[in-house]
């Protein structure tokens, strides 16, 4: 895809210049090989003429039995080439950057009878019948205590640290007010839930690509955000570092070990253990 943009004259260099970023910053988090480009299918044209793609496009994310990321292109997709290609670029970076922490995390897998159930994703374990560590948040929780929204949370964070420092190294600047604007601003992580107006949307689709971005926001990444800073006190950035190192590796300790160390005994269970997880199945 890269390539097709540039024949047609268009500069994917911001995505080049963040993979350099994330291969230096990963491999110091642990993430020995990022994922093969040939396990990442990136749809740019569409048979529905109003289509839109982009990060929170209703079929896009990454599938871990498959080990396949299917990432669409960013904006309208009715020619195959970006409407907005510094905004589409970004939008490429920060859905790969995503999508190699979660190729990267820990996973474990048991056979149940005829199906593969996950035993351990990341920080989080799940018995065979299902029940999970962590239990879901409360409907509306400005937080998070859910495993679940930490990891995804923490894998999106680093994502868009990466994203927004290529942006600034390669000079891409916030485009002018419109869906571009927020996609700008969610893609480098400066996006206010509270600005974003589905309604100012043009049409259905970019009105429910509106929509998703900021439920994604709003239960994602600021539950993270307050979840780090309620936990990590001054030292948010390092206990962020530490979950991604373990999110990773597998290796729990290491998060429990910082979290008693600057919260007290049993942090980890006391914040995330739902009492069903101890329960006889």
């Known amino acids: 895809m890269l390539r097709q943009w540039e024949a047609a004259g268009l500069d994917a260099g911001v995505f080049r210049y963040g993979l350099a970023l994330l291969r230096l910053r990963y491999s110091a988090l642990g993430l020995a090989r990022l994922l093969p480009l040939e396990r990442v299918l990136v749809g740019v044209e569409s048979t529905q003429p109003d289509a839109f793609g982009g990060f929170h496009h209703p079929n896009q994310g990454y599938r871990h039995l498959q080990m396949q990321a299917l990432i669409t292109m960013y904006g309208p997709m009715a020619t195959?080439?970006?409407?907005?290609?510094?905004?589409?670029?970004?939008?490429?970076?920060?859905?790969?950057?995503?999508?190699?922490?979660?190729?990267?995390?820990?996973?474990?897998?048991?056979?149940?009878?005829?199906?593969?159930?996950?035993?351990?994703?990341?920080?989080?374990?799940?018995?065979?019948?299902?029940?999970?560590?962590?239990?879901?948040?409360?409907?509306?929780?400005?937080?998070?205590r859910n495993l679940g929204i930490v990891m995804e949370g923490a894998c999106d964070r680093e994502a868009r640290t990466i994203t927004r420092l290529a942006a600034?190294?390669?000079?891409?600047?916030?485009?002018?007010?419109?869906?571009?604007?927020?996609?700008?601003?969610?893609?480098?992580?400066?996006?206010?839930?509270?600005?974003?107006?589905?309604?100012?949307?043009?049409?259905?689709?970019?009105?429910?690509?509106?929509?998703?971005?900021?439920?994604y926001q709003r239960n994602i990444n600021d539950r993270y955000a307050a979840f780090l800073d309620e936990v990590g006190h001054t030292e948010s950035y390092e206990l962020h570092t530490v979950i991604l190192s373990a999110i990773i590796s597998g290796d729990v300790t290491t998060v429990c070990a910082w979290l008693d160390q600057h919260n007290g005994p049993y942090t980890f269970a006391t914040l995330f253990l739902s009492p069903s997880y101890l329960t006889a199945g």
């Open 168 to 215: 600034e190294q390669c000079q891409i600047h916030e485009p002018s007010p419109g869906i571009d604007r927020y996609a700008y601003r969610d893609v480098t992580g400066l996006l206010d839930v509270d600005d974003i107006d589905p309604a100012s949307a043009s049409s259905p689709v970019t009105t429910a690509f509106l929509t998703a971005m900021a439920s």
């Open 80 to 144: 195959g080439l970006p409407e907005n290609p510094p905004v589409a670029a970004l939008d490429l970076l920060r859905s790969y950057a995503h999508d190699c922490l979660h190729y990267g995390s820990c996973r474990t897998y048991r056979l149940l009878g005829e199906s593969v159930v996950r035993g351990q994703y990341g920080l989080n374990f799940r018995r065979p019948d299902g029940r999970s560590y962590s239990a879901p948040d409360p409907v509306g929780s400005r937080t998070t």
